[in-house]
Every structure is written in structure tokens, then in C-alpha cells.
């Protein structure tokens, strides 16, 4: 039956209980490697420890840099690193595998089975290992606040929340359009990588851009790939510099970004022609 | 069981492997620089990943707005990240990787079936992206010599020649660590996990994303220790002129002695892994 004939309500249960087999299809999948897990999450902490010596180096010589403090960059940091514990535990993983099923033509099976074809494809796996890098912002988190000597309020955490649900929408938005490409031109693994080098900007403040050629590259992180909404802006709702105007605006910049994406994907959908045809 | 590495040729003297190789080397080079021309919209967007350092730069540049870093001020920043983007562009490639790959889905096979050994194969491939580098780089050397021309390491011929040693250098110490990385999928299921954490590690130690003067002590004395430096931040120092000739000449030699040991250390790990290798189907 199309969900247009279905109530609303029976349409979001059924797709939380599909959600649900998926999860544990997914989590079971990836018990079976537990060295693998632990391997990959200690060096994800590595990694996260590494990444964060250029922040320690820049704040080594100078106390602030383009109005932001060594503690309030942290903030941004704990954001950015908990963000990609989502693209690379949630989102990174089940998109990679549409790419793989356009290229051999086996998005014939997803196409044919009785749901919604991108919420199938997009929560199909998952890499639990990557909750290391979540407890590791909380950690950076943590560590930020406590050095600041403040905390922030309940309505800031709450402001953060939201605008960590929708850093996270556009995170996939961004991701689904990349994913739409591969209709188009097949091969884009190495897109991703490179979206993944794009997203890297997020370490930083934004603000560390507004020198370079009069603020473009900083318009560019802001509205065309949107890194600065993901990080910067979260880390000023949590610090409390946010202010209501932006931060309105920014919402509706990821729900409009949203909606693009999901109307690329029915385009590239409509475009799609299994590959033994 | 047999392993594709019993079923090879008894090893020809390393007269008559020679011979051969140089033979079929303008060959292998011709096929790696037409796949780079087919493959010309992916190779670009591979070298797009390489963005890193520009942002550093935005960033340095922030900083020493208000009163230079040790030695380095606004215009030192400009020319050493211009020409750590150029040499990096230049000589990373991604052997690890492909290594990994075909290690793993078995494509490796038809590689050691061939009459010469599949290290010289990975070469030619690589090797052959070098026109295409170029390419992508010049507009980098222009930028960097329009902006930094009186810094650069040009007055001192010496230093030139030091230069393009460093450069043929690096390229070969990436080549061997790539290969050494690699080599690590004959023994476990993927190499990607080793290969994230060195890339995390040569980002720091390399003077990649921080100029290595910058660094804090501890940092500093592991860098000058570890192989990292001479695979970008000995030949972008004596690029921008950061080295005097003396220096440059004693780093040169430690240089070669690092190429020399991986060289060595690639070529024992490769053997033994070909060994275990059984291949799949392929």
C-alpha cells in the first residue's frame, strides 16, 4: 500500500520497527568482528589525540586566535569530532554501499522491496565502533567547560541539540547528493574523500577563514557546503553568542538543504537503469 | 597448497631482470600515463583532497597578523605552505592502498605472473602520474615564486642541486614506506587501519599541517628522529630557503640512508608476504 493511503501514525511505526530490524541487522554484522573493534576504536582515539597537537601548537603561541580562545576552539573540536563519529558510524558506511549497488546493479533488490528506497539504503550499515569517538568529544566537552570555569545553560544545551539534529540532516543531504551522483557518473568513491577533506575545515572556527580573499572562502563554509553551520555555529549556541536571528536562519538553511537532496535523489532514482539491462 | 609464488619462474641474474625491466619500462609507462588521461576527472579530484594546507595557511596567517612565529611571518607562511602543497602534489601517491586492494580482491595474481616484478609494475604506475602532477602543480610554482621569489633557495647552486636530490628522495621514501604498508594486507585482513594512523602521524611529524620549527620541544626531538621530515619538510625547506647549504647537505645524507633502509625493509616484508599470499579468484 503507498504510505499516501496509510495514517500518518501507522506510517511512522512501521518505519521505526524497519528501523529497528536494520539497527540490529547492522549491529550484529559488526559484533561478529570484535578485535576489529577494538583495534579501530583505539586508534580512533589516536587519532583524535593527533589531530588535536595543530590546536595545541596554534594556542601555544598565541591566546586567541580571530576571537576565539584555546577552550572555546576545544568546544568546536568536541563538535566536529562528534560529528564525524556520525558520517563515519551512520551515515559514511550505508552510502558507500549504494554506490557499490548502482555500480553492479543490485539496487534492483532494495528497489523492489515494499519501503522507502532511500530510507532502506540509508540505514543499512552501521560501524559501532566509531561511539569511541563520540565519548571522546564528550570528553573534549567535558574538559572545555571545566577549564572555562562555566557551564553552559539548559537552553543553550538545548539550542546545541538542535542544531546537532541538524547539522546531522545536513550531513546526510550533503552525502545523498553526492550519493545521486553515482547515478550520473558511477564512479565517485573518491568523491568521498574528498568530501571527507572538505569537512576536515570544520576543526577549525570559521573565523580563521575571514582573511582569505575578503570573506569568500568563509561564504563558501557557510552556505554552499555548509561546514561552519555544523561546527562553528553549534559551538557559539553552547558558549552562548548565538544569537535567535542566525540562529533561525541557519535552521532554515538545513531544512531547505534538505529538501533539495531528497528531490535530487527521486530525480537520480527516475535516472537509474540496472546495469545487466 | 600453491601459492602464486611457487608457481613463478626460478628468479633470471639481476643483469638479465634489469635488461628486461628497461625494456618494458617506456611500455608501462605509456599504459600508466593513458590510464591517468582516461581517468583524468578522478585524478583531479584526488588531487582536490589535498586541500589541508591551505587551510592551515588561512590559519597561520590569522595568527601572525599581529607580530611573526619564531621566523616564519605572514609571507615565510605563504611560501612554505605553497611549496608543501607543491611537493606533496608531487610525490604522495596512494600505493598503500591499491596494495591493499589488490592484495585483498586477488588482482594482485596476474601482476606477479608477469616477467618482471610487480614493485617496478606499481612504479611505472605511479611514476607515470608525474607529467600529470606537474601539470597540477605548476600553477602552485608560479604562485609561489610570484609571492616568495627573493626567499627561495636560487642563489646558492648547491642548494639547487640538493633540492632536486631531496625531491627524487621523497618520492622514493614514500614509495618504499607505501609498499611497507602495503605489505602489511598479506598478514591481516586490511591494512586501512595501520594506513589511517600513519597518515594521522606523517601529518603531524612531516611538517604537513605545522611547520616542524613551530612544534613544542617533545614534538620537535621526535621529528628530527623519525623518517617523516625528509619526505616533505627537508625538500620544502631548502625550497623556501629555510636551510643553509650545510644543513641541507647533512640532511640530504640522512635522507638516503632512510631510503636505503625502507628500500631494503620494503623489498624483505614484500618477499615474505608473497609468500603467504594465496591468491583468490581473480
Known amino acids: ?277 | 597448497m600453491n601459492t602464486a609464488a611457487d608457481a613463478a619462474p626460478r628468479r633470471p641474474g639481476a643483469a638479465v631482470e634489469l635488461a628486461r625491466v628497461l625494456r618494458a619500462f617506456p611500455t608501462l609507462l605509456r599504459i600508466g600515463v593513458a590510464e591517468v588521461v582516461a581517468y583524468r576527472a578522478e585524478f583531479l579530484v584526488w588531487i582536490l583532497t589535498t586541500n589541508m594546507p591551505l587551510v592551515m595557511l588561512a590559519l597561520w596567517h590569522a595568527v601572525a597578523a599581529d607580530g611573526p612565529v619564531g621566523r616564519f611571518d605572514q609571507t615565510q607562511f605563504t611560501a612554505y605552505y605553497l611549496g608543501v602543497l607543491a611537493v606533496r602534489l608531487a610525490t604522495s601517491n596512494w600505493m598503500a592502498w591499491q596494495m591493499s586492494m589488490e592484495i585483498r580482491d586477488g588482482t594482485l595474481s596476474t601482476k606477479l605472473l608477469r616477467p618482471i616484478h610487480p614493485l617496478y609494475g606499481f612504479a611505472a604506475d605511479h611514476l607515470s602520474a608525474i607529467p600529470m602532477r606537474i601539470l597540477v602543480v605548476s600553477p602552485i610554482v608560479v604562485a609561489l615564486f610570484v609571492t616568495s621569489w627573493d626567499r627561495l633557495a636560487r642563489h646558492d647552486p648547491s642548494l639547487v642541486l640538493v633540492l632536486g636530490a631531496s625531491l627524487v628522495g621523497a618520492w622514493l621514501l614514500v614509495f618504499f614506506s607505501m609498499v611497507l604498508l602495503g605489505s602489511i594486507a598479506f598478514y591481516v585482513d586490511s591494512a586501512m587501519g595501520p594506513f589511517e594512523l600513519w597518515i594521522g602521524v606523517h601529518a603531524i611529524f612531516s611538517g604537513y599541517l605545522i611547520p616542524l620549527e613551530v612544534l613544542p620541544g617533545w614534538a620537535r626531538a621526535a621529528a628530527d628522529v623519525l623518517p617523516f621530515r625528509f619526505m616533505l619538510a627537508f625538500p620544502v625547506e631548502t625550497l623556501v630557503g629555510l636551510l643553509s647549504p650545510g644543513d641541507a647537505a647533512r640532511q640530504l645524507a640522512a635522507q638516503w640512508l632512510y631510503v636505503a633502509l625502507t628500500g631494503w625493509l620494503a623489498l624483505r616484508v614484500w618477499r615474505a608476504g608473497v609468500r603467504r599470499y594465496a591468491a583468490f579468484g581473480g
Not at chain 1, 501514525?9 to 554484522?29: E, I, N, S
Not at chain 1, 583505539?42 to 590546536?55: D, K, Y
Not at chain 1, 577533506?197 to 577563514?209: E, Q, T
Open chain 1, 1 to 277: 500500500m503507498p504510505p499516501s493511503l496509510q495514517s500518518p501514525l501507522a506510517f511512522a511505526t512501521r518505519y521505526a520497527g524497519l528501523f529497528r530490524v536494520q539497527m540490529r541487522m547492522a549491529t550484529l554484522a559488526a559484533m561478529q568482528y570484535r578485535v576489529d573493534f577494538v583495534v579501530r576504536g583505539l586508534i580512533a582515539v589516536l587519532w583524535s589525540a593527533l589531530t588535536l597537537i595543530p590546536l595545541v601548537v596554534v594556542f601555544g603561541v598565541r591566546r586567541q586566535v580571530a576571537g576565539w580562545s584555546f577552550e572555546e576552539a576545544l568546544v568546536v573540536v568536541g563538535w566536529f569530532t562528534l560529528l564525524r563519529a556520525v558520517l563515519e558510524g551512520a551515515v559514511s558506511p550505508s552510502l558507500t554501499a549504494v554506490v557499490e549497488h548502482v555500480r553492479k546493479g543490485t539496487l534492483d533488490f532494495v528497489l523492489l522491496k515494499p519501503a522507502d528506497a532511500q530510507f532502506l539504503v540509508s540505514t543499512a550499515k552501521f560501524e559501532p565502533w566509531r561511539i569511541v569517538d563520540a565519548v571522546a568529544a564528550v570528553v573534549v566537552f567535558c574538559y572545555a567547560f571545566t577549564k572555562m570555569g562555566h557551564w553552559p545553560s539548559i537552553a543553550q544545551v538545548a539550542t546545541g541539540l538542535v542544531f546537532l539534529a541538524l547539522a546531522v540532516v545536513i550531513l546526510y543531504s550533503i552525502w545523498i547528493l553526492v550519493v545521486s551522483a553515482a547515478f550520473w557518473v558511477v564512479k565517485v568513491d573518491n568523491l568521498s574523500y574528498l568530501f571527507g577533506s572538505l569537512f576536515d575545515v570544520g576543526r577549525w572556527p570559521i573565523d580563521v577563514l575571514r582573511g582569505v580573499w575578503r570573506g569568500t572562502l568563509m561564504m563558501v563554509f557557510t552556505f554552499v557546503f555548509p561546514v561552519a553551520l555544523m561546527t562553528t555555529y553549534p559551538a557559539l549556541a553552547l558558549l552562548g553568542r548565538l544569537d535567535a536571528k542566525t540562529a533561525a536562519l541557519a535552521l532554515g538553511g538545513g531544512v531547505l538543504f534538505a529538501v533539495i537532496a531528497r528531490r535530487v535523489w527521486r530525480r537520480a532514482l527516475a535516472m537509474y537503469t540496472s546495469a545487466s539491462s
